[in-house]
């Protein structure tokens, strides 16, 4: 009985060159290396252009310049300033840093090779100032004489000293604190931004009253002097009701002093209970 058999047949094997897994692969692989290599070193997304725009008195060039200097990232085989590779963020700290006047940084990328910053300048409201006192020493280690200087500065509205101004720039409400004693820098915070917020109101109201107003001094969280240009002062409690104690000055100003008598004021005290007790000069 004869047996079929199947003819034995050397099964040959596939060439690598034409396994479609391989290629995907490779292909993957150098889509991985390209891409990357493309957006960090191509020269269709190195940043040649910053925009800068919203400054007056902060010069463009200033910051672009600033900006440039932080452009370019050093990487193991080159350098580049592609805009996939810039920080916004310690770009807009540095910004920030470089100068009081600025308030507020914006910055984006405007694709594929720009930077557009965009800048908020503050805005004076006020005038800040500070005396400070120099003595004169003569060789013999003796004091001689003592001088006391006014410096003056421009607040914001937040209540921080940007820029120094002079002593005779009567346009903005003048606020004192005779309790700082330090010298002041520019950037700091002088009057807490709620303090600042209310003597803004309360100089509004006094100005709606007709009572200029020649300075402020702050003695005290609970305690506010009004210098009028007139001569005499106003007391007020910027923690308690600032409507009730305007109502109490303009109830005295209007039933018991006469405008004519005024000048004759020292004070006005409104800082406590329903009443608003006042005081002539030399009473």
């Known amino acids: 009985m004869n047996v079929y058999r199947k003819p034995y047949r050397v099964k040959r094997k596939k060439s690598i060159f034409k396994n479609r897994f391989l290629w995907l692969t490779l292909l993957l692989l150098i889509l991985i290396v390209s891409i990357p290599y493309f957006l960090i070193f191509s020269s269709f997304f190195q940043i040649e252009k910053i925009i800068v725009s919203g400054n007056e008195k902060i010069l463009k060039e200033n910051i672009q310049d600033l900006v440039k200097g932080k452009l370019e990232k050093k ?30 940084v914006e910055i ?77 820098k520019l950037g700091e915070r002088v009057v807490e931004k709620e303090l600042f917020s209310k003597i803004l109101d309360l100089f509004s109201e006094l100005e709606n009253l007709k009572i200029p107003i020649k300075e402020i001094l702050i003695v005290g969280e609970d305690r506010v002097n009004v210098k009028t240009l007139e001569g005499w002062e106003i007391y007020f409690n910027p ?45």
């Open 108 to 184: 984006s990328r405007d694709f594929p090779d720009a930077l557009n910053i965009t800048l908020k300048e503050r805005v004076d409201l006020a005038v800040f100032c500070q005396d400070y006192n120099f003595t004169t020493i003569t060789n013999n280690n003796t004091t001689t004489s003592e001088m006391i200087s006014e410096k003056c500065f421009l607040l914001d509205k937040e209540g921080i000293v940007f820029e120094e101004t002079s002593k005779d720039y009567l346009i903005l409400l003048k606020i004192k604190n005779p309790n700082l004693k330090d010298e002041l």
């Open 239 to 283: 923690q308690k009701d600032s409507n009730w104690q305007l109502t109490k000055l303009k109830s005295v100003l209007k039933e018991e002093i006469p405008i004519e008598r005024r000048k004759d004021l020292e004070y006005i005290e409104l800082r406590f209970g329903n009443f608003a007790p006042f005081k002539y000069q030399g009473i």
């Open 75 to 104: 990487l193991p085989f080159s350098f580049s300033k592609s805009i996939f590779l810039v920080n916004l963020n310690e770009i807009k700290v540095i910004i920030s840093d470089y100068s009081p006047q600025v308030a507020e």
